[in-house]
């Protein structure tokens, strides 16, 4: 009519015939290959692939039965604070001897697998050493090699780094050494508790060095708690069977037996321990104590900075109160009836 027709209205048989719906089921083939799952559902998708609980109402915060329950108030919340501590000591016993017999049974010595030093030091994870949202210990080939005492250079048993070890054999507050970590409040704490009879060694119930176990009791959260450790302690120096400067050093001098020199000079007695020691080279409970608390808060970097009132009522269980020296009314009768009695 105009010059033009429509593809509707034309004759022609030899033009091909455009086919609209063919086109347009392409067009959505290629766009669901392309179309990707929004962020949220790719992460619930991940998850839900590990998921071993099927889905529910939010009833709780974690999954019904993914954690022991505790203990504190099934059927006992009046329980006295001397009742609750004479049951989670009675049952810390129970547990070190099971595995005690089991050690012995095996004639192995006791390792802690749930908090593995060594293991976690050589594969440089440091999850004994560093919390989830800190890097307090940089892990990595040239820290560990390098003569900075930043980091723990190796680890060692008791037995290999003491050559006449002792656990609680003469206890005091003046044979307490803070390490290289920043707990002095904790220190505080132990060497406070230390210079009470007995004080420090109701936290430590359960032990057997043959076998290398020790079970602490501790007062967290409202309730007492039980950790059991190995005796395993982190070191400053590297073992001799790695490069380092101190081997080099020791080398240069052509002495026969230079591999024991170094583990005599670097590897043994309470000054070649990384944190906290004894000032009495072959005494151990200073470490193992620091270590069972660095474990009941899950590693070493979360006992960095603290109060040493809450130190000393994690020890003890009891309730600590601060006061301002400055407002004593009366410092000579405050000595003699607060604190001397």
Known sequence: MNGHSSSE??????????????????????????????????????WDRFSRYPSGN??????????????????????????AYKRTADECRRTAQKRVERCKRDGMRYEDSEWDLDRDLKQKKGHCLNGLCS????????????SSPSTPKSVKRVHEIFENPTFMKNVNGGDVKQGTLDDCWLMGALTALGNVQDELKRICVAYDTEVGIYGFVF????EWIQTIIDDKLYLKSPDWNSRNIQRHLLEQISYEETEDLHRRTYQTGSKALFFAQCRDQNETWVPLMEK??????????????????????DLSGNVSTGLQVPSILNMDDFWDKEISR
């Open 219 to 222: 007062y967290r959260d409202g």
């Open 135 to 146: 890097q307090l210990f940089k892990l990595d080939k040239d820290t560990l090699l390098s």
């Open 58 to 83: 939010p009833l709780a915060v974690l999954p019904s039965g993914c954690v022991s329950p505790s203990t504190a108030y099934q059927g006992q919340s009046n329980e006295l604070l001397s009742a």
């Open 9 to 46: 209205e034309s004759d022609d048989s030899g033009r091909p015939q455009v086919q609209p719906a063919v086109t347009i089921t392409r067009n959505n083939e290629r766009e669901k290959k392309k179309r990707k799952l929004p962020p949220q559902a790719s992460i619930d998708l991940t």
């Open 292 to 313: 069972a608390y660095a474990k009941a808060h899950g590693d070493y970097a979360s006992l960095s900075r603290g109060w040493m009132s809450e130190g000393l009522e």
